[in-house]
């Protein structure tokens, strides 16, 4: 008796639970049709016009200036910041006089998050190279080659991040999609007891109307 009790309490409760889930759902599924019918209906690829201006820039080859000016203080920003290791790094390994504004113009191109990295690894890459060639008592590697190698693989390894960035959005909306799905299998087990109440509610009516004295 005491089990039945218990059970009947505990399938009350879920049927309590199950009326407000049930509304939710049915809020949630009229709402994504809206928003669903929304975008069908109206969002698609936008005509972009030519416009004259542009035509002009391209055949004059007039610069952005705004776009111009964003970089030189870019240029700024980053020789502030890095100036004077990059002058530290180009005087103790030899490298010529361009390579300052050409690792400068490496950093601004690159987003500012791999900047400390880029110019640091370079450091102790360099340092690994000059050693390297110490210890064979020869320059058998050029610290010119070494410094162009690093920088081409430091340029190749941000464009993997991105790919492998990418990669990672479309396995997350997987992951996204497959624990939507959980909750939606774990809403539907909680609508079935109400089903079942609606069911029990059904069959005690049927059995007291057949026990009633007309």
Same mark, same amino acid.
């Given at each position: 008796m005491k089990i039945r009790n218990f059970v009947e309490k505990f399938f009350n409760l879920i049927y309590q639970i199950a009326k407000y889930l049930s509304a939710l759902i049915v809020a949630i599924c009229i709402f994504a049709l809206l928003i669903t019918g929304v975008d069908l209906f109206f969002s698609g690829p936008s005509l972009k016009v030519p416009e004259f201006s542009e035509y002009v820039d391209s055949i004059e080859g007039k610069p952005n200036v705004e776009s111009e000016f964003a970089k030189l203080d870019e240029k700024r920003k980053v020789e502030k910041a890095y100036g004077d290791l990059i002058t530290k790094l180009v005087k103790n390994y030899g490298l010529s006089a361009e390579s300052y504004d050409i690792l400068i113009n490496d950093m601004v191109k690159m987003d500012e998050k791999f900047r400390d990295d880029y110019i640091n690894r370079f450091s102790k890459f360099l340092s690994k190279v000059k050693k390297y060639n110490n210890k064979k &008592?020869?320059?058998? %590697?050029? %610290?010119?080659?070494?410094?162009? $190698? $690093?920088? &081409?693989?430091?340029?190749?390894?941000? +464009?993997?991040?991105? #790919?492998?960035? +990418? +990669?990672?959005?479309?396995?997350?909306? $997987?992951? #996204?999609?497959?624990?939507?799905?959980?909750?939606?299998? !774990? !809403?539907?087990?909680?609508?079935v007891p109400l089903l079942i109440k609606i069911e029990e509610n059904t069959r005690h009516s049927t059995v007291s109307k057949e026990n009633t004295i007309s």
């Amino acid at each position: 008796m005491k089990i039945r009790n218990f059970v009947e309490k505990f399938f009350n409760l879920i049927y309590q639970i199950a009326k407000y889930l049930s509304a939710l759902i049915v809020a949630i599924c009229i709402f994504a049709l809206l928003i669903t019918g929304v975008d069908l209906f109206f969002s698609g690829p936008s005509l972009k016009v030519p416009e004259f201006s542009e035509y002009v820039d391209s055949i004059e080859g007039k610069p952005n200036v705004e776009s111009e000016f964003a970089k030189l203080d870019e240029k700024r920003k980053v020789e502030k910041a890095y100036g004077d290791l990059i002058t530290k790094l180009v005087k103790n390994y030899g490298l010529s006089a361009e390579s300052y504004d050409i690792l400068i113009n490496d950093m601004v191109k690159m987003d500012e998050k791999f900047r400390d990295d880029y110019i640091n690894r370079f450091s102790k890459f360099l340092s690994k190279v000059k050693k390297y060639n110490n210890k064979k &008592n020869s320059e058998r %590697i050029k %610290i010119v080659d070494a410094a162009n $190698y $690093y920088r &081409n693989e430091f340029f190749d390894a941000i +464009e993997r991040f991105k #790919v492998e960035k +990418e +990669e990672n959005k479309v396995k997350r909306m $997987y992951k #996204v999609g497959i624990f939507l799905s959980l909750i939606i299998t !774990l !809403l539907m087990f909680l609508i079935v007891p109400l089903l079942i109440k609606i069911e029990e509610n059904t069959r005690h009516s049927t059995v007291s109307k057949e026990n009633t004295i007309s």
